[in-house]
């Protein structure tokens, strides 16, 4: 039996004409009758007297009305719920970023400047490496990708993807150290000759670790590391950072609160620190309404002084 068969019953019952009712189906008269002796047979009784001018329903047919117009009108309720579902998950747009962003950045950064229309966290993603988010953008898995950056332009495979970027924040990365007993980091940087430190690492596929690098060289004086662990969380960093096994980067603001209570302090001068920039991320392919709206309501990128 199918729901059509119920429908077309309703409408024979309200208009007492098959020809009426096959047009307010939208269907033939001969397909419409034959619809409705499918519905008889499927039943295993007449539901409707046809030797009646206008016709009339037998009473199983009068019992049947009642379960037709309640299991119609059913079908309609959820119809109409869930459009407004599809409707409501076409406007909503799926951000990818990783866990130290979602925590410290995108919550201040929704409450600030958009409301509408509603992001949300693809979690997924949090430990992914760079070229997985824009991988997953090429491939339709999110529609948005929020990502630290290096202000220097250092390149990457990903930044030759179809995609289109806003600024829409920044950061620093800021070498860190647990305290020594009179409050200077135990671990330091740019302290001369000495022993390789012990290096709490991002990913050495990851932009953290790259930008890190670069910066390094840049300086051209980078230490000597032994490297004990690498992560592609802050996060599990920041732990290992603050037990005391040896220093590392962290994004400012994750560390912002250690610091305030001095669990952590600086493990060298402003020079060790990594600008980095705060970018969001879309494919240019395709592009949904909601998607234009929020790209529309964001300033377009310019250089960096």
């Known amino acids: 039996m199918e729901i059509r068969w119920l429908e077309d019953f309703v409408a024979l019952a309200r208009t007492r004409h098959f020809s009426r009712a096959a047009e307010e189906r939208n269907v033939t008269q001969p397909t419409f009758s ?27 047919g009068e019992e049947f009305l009642r379960l037709c117009e309640q299991v119609t009108q059913r079908v309609q309720d959820t119809r109409e719920r869930l459009s407004r579902l599809a409707e409501a998950q076409a406007n909503r747009l799926r951000l990818a970023a990783p866990q130290s962003l979602l925590s410290h950045f995108l919550p201040e950064w929704l409450a600030t400047h958009h409301e509408d229309p509603p992001l949300e966290p693809y979690l997924r993603a949090t430990g992914w490496l760079i070229d997985d988010y824009f991988q997953a953008l090429d491939r339709g898995e999110c529609d948005l990708v929020l990502c630290y950056w290096p202000r220097d332009g250092l390149l990457s495979e990903s930044e030759r993807l179809e995609c289109d970027y806003r600024r ?30 012990p290096l709490i690492a991002f990913h050495p596929r990851g932009l953290m670790h790259a930008a890190i690098q670069d910066h390094l060289t840049s300086l051209g004086e980078a230490p000597a590391f032994r490297v004990l662990n690498e992560s592609i969380q802050s996060h599990n960093i920041r732990e290992l950072i603050g ?26 001068d402003a020079r060790w620190q990594v600008p980095l920039e705060i970018r969001l991320y879309r494919h240019t392919q395709g592009p949904s309404p909601a998607l234009d709206k929020l790209w529309q309501a964001l300033p377009s990128p310019a250089p960096v002084a």
């Not at 924040?169 to 000495?194: N, Q």
């Not at 590392?248 to 600086?266: C, F, H, I, K, S």
């Open 34 to 60: 034959r619809r409705i002796k499918l519905l008889e047979e499927e039943m295993g009784t007449t539901l409707v007297n046809r030797q009646t001018l206008p016709l009339s329903l037998t009473p199983a």
């Open 168 to 197: 829409v924040g920044e950061e620093r990365l800021i070498p860190l150290s647990v305290p020594d007993p009179d409050g200077r980091p135990r671990f330091s940087l740019g302290s001369g000759p000495r022993e390789s430190l």
């Open 243 to 268: 037990l005391g096994y040896g220093m590392g980067w962290l994004p400012q603001r994750l560390a912002a609160p250690a610091l305030a209570r001095g669990e952590l302090v600086p493990a060298g």
